[in-house]
């Protein structure tokens, strides 16, 4: 069936899908960017009340997890399911655990994340491949890198608008109401992608087993059920090898889906294997690259809320006020108190608190607001703590500053702004026969993530071994380089696997690149942990530094060899 395209010569529905993934990634970035900040919030704000390794414990084992499951939804997909029927049920399942995660409470705290890690295994590896076989006639394989940056571009239009709201929703009614517009945000994507069905329904085609193949159910058993056996082992063993109970059991529970695709690699014939032995070879490294990038939610939001000075201008408070945009810190006698008065005041008040009645909506509300109040007074001293003397307000004044989560959209900012540059130096070089292939690309975007590590050490350098604020320009500079990076490796990521797949396991391959994403992701909220313990701040972004670049390393030495396997399966 001839496909339509749209005057930008793309097929029309690479736009739909565009639109889909703008709006879950709405969602699943507003979640994401406020739920550190959530988890260390006290509970009597509203938050969880965990300590700063527990939330990190968390944030790694919840980001390793959301991109293990679509192994198993990108091979239910394949063979059974198809990519629109499991792209809805991943949509509303995800929908479900962001409302479910707005009411406070520790037991729908864990289902709405079990709700959302099963739903994205659905959704994230199905869409991306529908992305892939909207190109697969010969007149546009030339155009599949450019398709995948502007999907890219979608993903990272949500991820931007998201933070807004989720700084005007928490500031001025809670973290539930801000949980709920990530809810409806997916529901807006899932409606999308149904109005655009006949763009593509053509390409959403479930793969018949050939002979040889391995059952799907075998596949589970092999995979699904030891994955759990091996996570409850490593949960269980005495000590730990990884720092916590839920690093050994996460890795430990990756190993056998690990052995899988190695399994698969050998097992297939021989041009399938050469194939797939790449695309394994390219996943080994990319994992690195996770692991320092998706510490965006975690140590770059602990660093954006705690050691960068967020105040706003006059001119910007003015209008932010007015929005209700502001997050307000306040300076009184209780706030510049010494530290003795200062916490057996703040005891004195969480004690009222508890003894408030709450038997009405009207009470609860006035609980919540005064809970609020003594919140404020605690993260305004924390501010104060490491702001020069002079810049400190008056007693009786506050100062407004930019929320923290809004510190989250400047990496989609920079994918935004940056998409069109980096596709058309691209465009540029392939008009000359002059483009990288897709494994330099990815390679070029390790060189320069490394590079982003070094500006972070400027910035604890620029606080005097955090005595300290920085100024807001060192994470915007940071993110800057990594978008660069990102741009060159993520999207060309998400191409490669579409380009090297053997076509009736595209979408299980796609989720084996979801699957290095998710052990980089758990990395992540690892390295985040060594926050706490590393005195040095700049050691920790050395150790960044160095982690990248020695994958930059062995994905350079990788690129001749990779580089003849594009050439023998006919593409760039």
């Excluded at 026969?433 to 590079?451: D, F, H, M, Q, Y």
Aim: hydrophobic residues 50%; aromatic residues 12%; proline residues 3%.
């Amino acid at each position: 069936m001839e496909q339509t395209k749209a005057k930008s010569g793309h097929p029309k529905g690479l736009w739909y899908l565009f639109g889909t993934e703008m709006w879950e990634r709405f969602g699943y970035y507003l979640m994401l960017g406020i739920f550190s900040l959530y988890m260390l919030d006290n509970w009597n704000n509203g938050g969880m009340g965990f300590d700063a390794k527990k939330k990190s414990d968390i944030y790694g084992t919840y980001l390793g997890l959301v991109y293990l499951t679509p192994f198993i939804g990108g091979l239910l997909a394949d063979r059974i399911l198809g990519y629109r029927r499991s792209i809805v049920m991943g949509g509303l399942m995800m929908a479900s655990g962001y409302f479910l995660l707005s009411v406070h409470n520790n037991t729908s705290f864990y289902i709405a994340l079990f709700l959302i890690i099963l739903g994205n295994g659905f959704f994230k590896p199905n869409i991306s491949t529908m992305v892939g076989n909207l190109y697969s006639g010969d007149d546009m394989k030339d155009k599949k890198d450019a398709g995948y940056n502007i999907f890219y571009m979608g993903i990272n239009i949500g991820a931007f608008i998201c933070n807004f709201v989720a700084a005007y929703m928490r500031i001025n009614y809670g973290w539930g109401s801000a949980f709920a517009a990530a809810g409806v945000g997916m529901l807006v994507g899932v409606v999308i992608f149904l109005l655009g069905t006949k763009h593509i329904k053509h390409v959403d085609v479930v793969k018949p087993l050939k002979q040889g193949d391995m059952s799907t159910g075998r596949i589970l058993g092999l995979t699904v059920l030891p994955m759990f056996v091996f996570g409850i082992l490593g949960y269980l063993i005495p000590g730990n090898f990884l720092g916590s109970d839920t690093n050994d059991a996460f890795i430990i529970g990756c190993l056998p889906v690990i052995g899988f695709f190695v399994f698969l690699a050998f097992k297939a014939e021989a041009a399938e294997s050469r194939a797939i032995k790449a695309l394994l070879a390219v996943f080994t490294c990319v994992i690195l690259f996770f692991a320092i990038f998706h510490q965006n939610g975690d140590a770059l939001t602990v660093w954006a809320e705690d050691h960068t000075d967020r105040k706003m201008s006059e001119s910007v408070a003015g209008v932010a006020d007015k929005m209700g945009m502001a997050q307000v810190v306040v300076n009184n006698d209780l706030v510049s108190a010494p530290d003795s008065v200062f916490n057996a005041e703040i005891a004195k008040l969480r004690e009222q608190e508890e003894a408030m009645p709450k038997t009405s909506i009207k009470e609860l509300q006035a609980k919540a607001d005064f809970a609020n109040k003594v919140g404020q007074l605690e993260k305004s001293r924390k501010y104060f703590a490491t702001l020069p003397g002079d810049q400190i307000p008056e007693k009786g004044k506050d100062l407004k500053l930019y929320s923290t989560e809004l510190y989250q959209s400047i990496n989609p900012f920079w994918v935004v702004v940056l998409t069109p540059v980096v596709v058309g130096i691209f465009g540029f070089m392939r008009r000359r026969n002059r483009e990288p292939s897709t494994p330099s690309k990815i390679a070029i975007g390790l060189v320069i993530t490394a590079l982003s590590a070094l500006v972070m050490v400027g910035a604890v350098f620029a606080t005097n071994d955090l005595t300290l604020k920085a100024g807001s320009f060192w994470l915007f500079a940071s993110y800057m380089v990594i978008t660069v990076g990102e741009l060159c490796l993520s999207p060309m990521g998400l191409s490669l696997v579409s380009k090297l797949s053997p076509p009736r396991i595209t979408a299980l391959m796609m989720g084996g690149f979801f699957l290095a994403i998710s052990v980089g992701n758990k990395l992540s909220g690892m390295l985040s942990g060594l926050w706490e313990d590393i005195e040095h701040k700049q050691n920790f972004f050395y150790l960044n530094f160095g982690l990248v670049l020695a994958a930059a390393i062995v994905m350079i030495a990788m690129l001749k060899w990779l580089n003849t396997v594009m050439r023998e399966n006919n593409v760039k």
